[in-house]
Structure formats: structure tokens, C-alpha cells
């Protein structure tokens, strides 16, 4: 009886939380759920590990909501959030995660894309440049897929330090991972340097399996394993920017994502081991002869 109440019970917190559920990155941690985004809280380094959102046709073609510009502390984070204050006079914006132009179908939205955990520290030209330009075409795509599964965040390697009281990481990358479920499903995924760039969009296209790499989270794991490899495993820009074919996948170029510091200490150290090897190797060779 217990056991079919907890049952019961868990069944009805489910099917009550607000915001989007369905292709929730894993692992789930930290998890705050507000009525049009989810999210992962990172408490280290005051921001979201990740926001998940559906967009859809209706929402864009409705948007048209006044800009609230009204930072707030999200009091749905246990540990508390960021400040907007951590921001002020840091030389660098409050970068929205899930775009307020995304959400400006209602007023509700519009003030929830407002909330500190929904914003990262971004460089003036990245958030006015190439992010914006990223955000205009991901309505783009939810206006004519009708809609659209999308993932965003912060990558922190590479950091350029911290802000504010409260020390707010400065992310080295961001990413974008966009899923269309329509009758011919597709999958695009981004990672962007937080800096000036002139390159085309384009060029920061990787593979998801790379995306997964590098933040160390499995996007869409709730496909079926046959879909998510296809998907997954390549960079297909077809159906998402004008000028390519379904016969001409993108080869994901590796110098787009930043490698984990780990990761390249590791090589280093190999490498120098090897040298270091080698060398006492043609040492006791020559003190033989």
C-alpha cells in the first residue's frame, strides 16, 4: 500500500511540474523548472549548467511582449542565485540563456527569462554579435519546423575569470543544441568562443557526440539509440541553412570545440614522459660504448 502511494504520489509531482520535460539533459542535477524553461543550477559558478525550452511557431508569430529589462534573483534556486549587481560595472552583459525574444508571447515568459539563473556573463560583441544573430535564427527554425527542442549554455573551460561578489564564472564558449522531431528529424549543435568573432555561424557547427564531450551532459538521450547515433555522430547543415543538400554532410571540424584542460595536460605529460624516457635510453647507450 505504501509503495503504491509513493507511486502515486510521484506520478502526480510529475505530470504537475511546470516547464518543458521531454528531453531533459543527464545527468539531471540542481534541477529548477520554471513554466517555459527548465534548467540545471551550477552553484560554483553561479549560473546554469544548461536551459532547456520548446519553441514553437505560435510563440514566435505571437511575440511581440514589451522588454521587461528587470534582472531578479530566481528564489526557486535553493542556494540562491546570481545578483544582477554581480554584473554591474564587470565590462561584460547579462547574457541571456533562453533569449527574451523567445520569450515574448506573454508576460509571464517575458519575466522569467528576466531571472539571474537564466543569465551568463558574455562579452558585448559576442552577446550583440554572433549570439544574437544565433538566437534570430533559431526562431527562424521554430517558425518553420513549428517546433523546435533547444538547449543552451555556458561552456567553462578556458574561463577568462570571475565577476561580482558572488564570483560569477566567465565561460569560455557557449553552446547551442537545436532538435527538430518532424517527419525527417534533424539535429544541429553549436559551441561558440565568448569573443569577437566575424566568422559565419557555420563555421562553430560540431557533432552532438562532440557537444557531449566537452560539457560532459547526453542531450537527447530519451531518442531512440538508433536515432540519437545517426543524429548525433555528424554535422548535417541541410534543412537548417539555405545552400546545402541532405548529400553533403559537414565533416565537424575539432578546432571549433575547446579541449578540457585534462585532457591536454594528459597529452602533455605523456609526451614528456616519452621524451624524458627516450632520452635516459640513448644516454645509457652512448655511456655503454
Known amino acids: 500500500m505504501k509503495f503504491l502511494s509513493a507511486l502515486l504520489f510521484l506520478i502526480i509531482s510529475v505530470s504537475g511540474v511546470a516547464g518543458p520535460t521531454d ?50 534573483v530566481d528564489k526557486m534556486v535553493p542556494t540562491g542565485s546570481a545578483k544582477s549587481a554581480d554584473y554591474t560595472k564587470s565590462g561584460f552583459d ?7 525574444a523567445d520569450m ?37 527554425w521554430a517558425e518553420k519546423e513549428h517546433k523546435i527542442h533547444v538547449v543552451t549554455g555556458p561552456v567553462f573551460a578556458d574561463s577568462k575569470g570571475v565577476i561580482g561578489e558572488d564570483k560569477v564564472l566567465i565561460p569560455g564558449y557557449f553552446f547551442k543544441i537545436i532538435y527538430d522531431e518532424t517527419d525527417q528529424p534533424k539535429m544541429i549543435a553549436f559551441v561558440l568562443p565568448n569573443s569577437k568573432t566575424d566568422r559565419p555561424i557555420t563555421d562553430f557547427a560540431v557533432t552532438a557526440d562532440e557537444l557531449e564531450k566537452v560539457t560532459g551532459f547526453d542531450f537527447f538521450s530519451q531518442l531512440p539509440d538508433e536515432l540519437e547515433n545517426r543524429l548525433e555522430n555528424r554535422v548535417d547543415l541541410s534543412g537548417w541553412f539555405e545552400g546545402y543538400s ?9 578546432s571549433n570545440t575547446p579541449v578540457k584542460s585534462s585532457e591536454s595536460d594528459t597529452t602533455f605529460y605523456l609526451i614528456l614522459i616519452s621524451v624524458i624516457v627516450l632520452v635516459v635510453i640513448l644516454v645509457m647507450i652512448k655511456g655503454r660504448r
Not at 547579462?94 to 527574451?100: D, E, F, N, T, V
Not at 543569465?119 to 554579435?129: A, L, V
Not at 541532405?246 to 575539432?254: D, F, L
Open 23 to 72: 528531453f531533459i539533459p543527464m545527468p539531471a542535477k540542481d534541477i529548477v523548472r520554471h513554466t517555459y524553461y527548465v534548467l540545471s543550477y551550477n552553484e560554483k559558478f553561479e549560473q546554469a549548467n544548461w536551459v532547456y525550452y520548446v519553441l514553437t511557431d505560435s510563440m514566435v508569430i505571437k511575440g511581440g511582449q514589451e522588454r521587461s529589462n528587470k534582472f531578479k
Open 94 to 100: 547579462r547574457g541571456h540563456l533562453c533569449p527574451a
Open 104 to 140: 515574448d508571447f506573454n508576460p509571464v515568459a517575458m519575466e522569467e527569462s528576466f531571472l539571474m539563473s537564466n543569465i551568463s556573463p558574455q562579452t558585448p560583441e559576442f552577446n550583440r554579435g554572433i549570439w544574437k544573430d544565433i538566437e534570430t535564427d533559431v526562431r527562424k
Open 246 to 254: 541532405t548529400s553533403q554532410p559537414i565533416v565537424s571540424k575539432s
